[in-house]
């Protein structure tokens, strides 16, 4: 008996076991793309970033419909025009999302390829601050040493550079709003119904800036080859794939992984700006970046011992809203 209820276990955590697999493999792909763009966005030049950042929206949309179109996935569409606040919500949250990409985009393309990188390693720790003051969330111990670390090494960046981290903290902020936004719509339109209506949003500005920048001659589109056009083209499709599987991933692993995994992009970034962009860090901007990390992975214990907690308050039977938080 013992047996036979262990070999139907066995088969039931296989399916599953394999499933997660697919999905960090789903995931580790969207990150390793996501830490690439710099190699990508550099092919671009000599486009500016406002006109890469008009393509990327216009091309996205027109990507977008079409896998509507091929998928016939419009179930979502009328209950959304029929929520005009969270139409609303989303235009707001389309509005920080072009400002990242367009944020970034500048970074990468004038040679600021680790400051952006920052950006994304702090990415959490702003999100952990959005939730204390907008949300009114309360914070374990770990994360509050984990934000306290982090505000340090603002504050040695800061020094090092001579100047704020503009471009690191207008991407980390930019991205936690945009975060935020879609968590207070209350409503999970998917990856694909996400993406195509912000850049349905957007459309209309992207579409007029790039006949303004085609008729004063400030584009690059048609004067530069048909190479140049069609990478131009492409970055509807270098959007929208990492973003489907990372949607992909989502579904099948754990959160604690996704938050995990999420560190392999700007790490990459970072590489990529050293490596081959040829960009040089002063050892004191290191000790900044080392006091980032001592932070991230502060947060990172205390995620996993809280995703443990949680298991484990699970599998008694104990509500989680009664489960005692880890120590810390």
């Not at 912000?198 to 007029?208: G, H, I, Q």
């Given at each position: 008996m013992t047996t036979t209820s262990s070999r139907a276990a066995a088969a039931q955590r296989t399916p599953a076991q394999a499933s997660v697999r697919?999905?960090?493999?789903?995931?580790?792909?969207?990150?390793?793309?996501?830490?690439?763009f710099p190699l990508y966005f550099h092919l671009l030049l000599p486009a500016g970033a406002l006109e890469i950042l008009v393509h990327r929206v216009v091309w996205s949309l027109l990507l977008c419909l079409l896998v509507v179109a091929v998928l016939r996935d419009v179930a979502w569409v009328r209950p959304l025009l029929a929520a005009p606040r969270r139409l609303?919500?989303?235009?707001?949250?389309?509005?920080?999302?072009?400002?990242?990409?367009?944020?970034?985009?500048?970074?990468?393309?004038?040679g600021q390829v680790v400051e952006t990188s920052l950006g994304y390693f702090i990415n959490p720790l702003v999100t952990v601050l959005l939730g204390v003051f907008l949300l009114h969330e309360r914070l374990r111990r770990l994360q509050w040493v984990a934000v306290a670390l982090g505000a340090v090494a603002v504050v040695v960046l800061t020094v090092d550079y001579g100047r704020p981290p503009w471009i690191a903290l207008i991407l980390a902020g930019s991205f936690a709003t945009y975060g935020l936004m879609k968590k207070r719509i209350g409503v999970d339109l998917g990856a694909l119904a996400s993406l195509t209506t912000?850049?349905?949003?957007?459309?209309?500005?992207?579409?007029?800036a790039l006949v303004w920048l085609e008729v004063t001659g400030r584009g690059t589109l048609t004067g530069h080859g048909a190479g140049?056009?069609?990478?131009?083209?492409?970055?509807?499709?270098?959007?929208?794939?990492?973003?489907?599987?990372?949607?992909?991933?989502?579904?099948?692993?754990?959160?604690?992984?996704?938050?995990?995994?999420?560190?392999?992009?700007?790490?990459?970034?970072?590489?990529?700006?050293?490596?081959?962009?040829?960009?040089?860090?002063?050892?004191?901007?290191?000790?900044?970046?080392?006091?980032?990390?001592?932070?991230?992975?502060?947060?990172?214990?205390?995620?996993?011992?809280?995703?443990?907690?949680?298991?484990?308050?699970?599998r008694s039977g104990v509500p989680a809203e009664l489960a005692p938080a880890p120590p810390a």
């Open positions: 697919r999905g960090t493999a789903f995931g580790a792909g969207a990150y390793l793309l996501w830490g690439l609303v919500r989303l235009a707001v949250a389309a509005v920080f999302l072009a400002l990242n990409w367009g944020v970034y985009i500048y970074g990468v393309n004038s912000e850049t349905t949003l957007l459309f209309p500005f992207a579409l007029a140049h056009g069609l990478l131009l083209a492409s970055t509807g499709v270098v959007t929208a794939v990492p973003l489907l599987l990372f949607a992909a991933a989502a579904r099948r692993v754990p959160l604690t992984t996704i938050g995990l995994l999420q560190f392999t992009t700007p790490v990459l970034q970072l590489l990529c700006g050293v490596l081959l962009l040829g960009e040089y860090v002063p050892p004191s901007r290191w000790v900044g970046f080392s006091v980032v990390w001592l932070a991230l992975l502060v947060l990172s214990v205390d995620s996993v011992r809280s995703a443990h907690s949680r298991s484990r308050t699970a």
